[in-house]
C-alpha cells in the first residue's frame, strides 16, 4: 500500500475555528506527523509527539479513534463500510501501521473489533440521518465547511448517543471533544461541544448528558488484545 509522510507545520489560523474551516483536519505547530493512505480511501493519522498507547493497554478510547479514523475514510471513493472494514481492521494493515503509530501497535481483540465494526457500519448505514443533525445544529455552518476529521468524530459520537445505550452520553461527548483536541484547534473543539450538547438537550430531553462514567485518563481498558 502506498503511503506518503507530510511534516504539518501549519499553525492554528487567526480568529479560530471560522477561519479554520476549510482546513484539512488542521494541526498546529510541532503537533507532529500525518500519515495519508494515498492507495486506499482509509484515514488520515496523526503521529502525535505524546502518541496514545495503543499497546498492552487498549482501551475503549482507542478503539473509538480507530473507529473514526475509518469513518474518516468513508469519505473518499465509493467503497462500503464493509469494503472498508475488509481491508483496513485486518491485521496485516495493523502490522503495517504499527511501525508507525502506536495506536495500532495491537491488533484489536474480538470485542474490540466488535466495537470498531458497529460504529463504522452504523455510522455508514445512518449517514444521511447524522448529517442532517450535524447540519441542524452547526448554526451558520454548512456541512462542508466543517472540517472532515470533525465531521467524522461528530457522526461518530452522534451514533453512539443515539444507538447504543450501553455508552454514556457523557462519556460519547468527552471522548468526542478530546479527539477533536489531538486533530483541530481549540475553538473546533468548542464547536463540536456546542453542537453534540445542544443535539443531546434537543433530541434526547429525557435522557439528560448525565455523568461520565468512563475514566478521564483514556477511557476504560478492554482487555485481552490481541498481539
Given at each position: 500500500i502506498f503511503m506518503y509522510i507530510i511534516i504539518s507545520a501549519e499553525s492554528a489560523a487567526p480568529g479560530g475555528f471560522p477561519a479554520g474551516a476549510g482546513r484539512e483536519a488542521g494541526a498546529e505547530a510541532?503537533?507532529?506527523?500525518?500519515?495519508?493512505?494515498?492507495?486506499?480511501?482509509?484515514?488520515?493519522?496523526?503521529?502525535?509527539?505524546?502518541?496514545?498507547?495503543?499497546?498492552?493497554?487498549?482501551?475503549?478510547?482507542?478503539?473509538?479513534?480507530?473507529?473514526?479514523?475509518?469513518?474518516?475514510?468513508?469519505?473518499?471513493?465509493?467503497?462500503?463500510?464493509?469494503?472498508?472494514?475488509?481491508?483496513?481492521?485486518?491485521?496485516?494493515?495493523?502490522?503495517?501501521?504499527?511501525?508507525?503509530?502506536?495506536?495500532?501497535?495491537?491488533?484489536?481483540?474480538?470485542?474490540?473489533?466488535?466495537?470498531?465494526?458497529?460504529?463504522?457500519?452504523?455510522?455508514?448505514?445512518?449517514?444521511?440521518?447524522?448529517?442532517?443533525?450535524?447540519?441542524?445544529?452547526?448554526?451558520?455552518w454548512s456541512l462542508s465547511r466543517i472540517p472532515r476529521m470533525a465531521r467524522a468524530i461528530l457522526r461518530t459520537a452522534m451514533y453512539e448517543v443515539l444507538y447504543m445505550p450501553d455508552v454514556p452520553n457523557a462519556s460519547a461527548i468527552d471522548a468526542a471533544v478530546e479527539l477533536t483536541k489531538q486533530y483541530e484547534p481549540q475553538e473546533v473543539a468548542s464547536f463540536v461541544n456546542g453542537i453534540l450538547g445542544t443535539f443531546v438537550r434537543t433530541e434526547l430531553p429525557d435522557e439528560p448528558v448525565g455523568e461520565q462514567t468512563e475514566p478521564e485518563d483514556g477511557g476504560e481498558e478492554v482487555p485481552g488484545g490481541e498481539a
Open positions: 510541532g503537533q507532529g506527523l500525518r500519515i495519508y493512505c494515498a492507495g486506499c480511501i482509509m484515514t488520515e493519522i496523526r503521529l502525535s509527539q505524546d502518541p496514545v498507547d495503543g499497546g498492552k493497554n487498549m482501551t475503549r478510547n482507542n478503539a473509538r479513534e480507530i473507529a473514526v479514523h475509518l469513518v474518516f475514510g468513508l469519505e473518499f471513493g465509493a467503497r462500503s463500510a464493509e469494503e472498508v472494514l475488509k481491508s483496513e481492521l485486518s491485521r496485516e494493515r495493523f502490522e503495517t501501521l504499527g511501525q508507525e503509530s502506536p495506536l495500532y501497535a495491537q491488533y484489536p481483540n474480538e470485542k474490540q473489533r466488535e466495537y470498531i465494526r458497529a460504529l463504522v457500519e452504523g455510522v455508514y448505514a445512518h449517514g444521511e440521518e447524522l448529517d442532517a443533525y450535524i447540519s441542524r445544529y452547526a448554526v451558520g
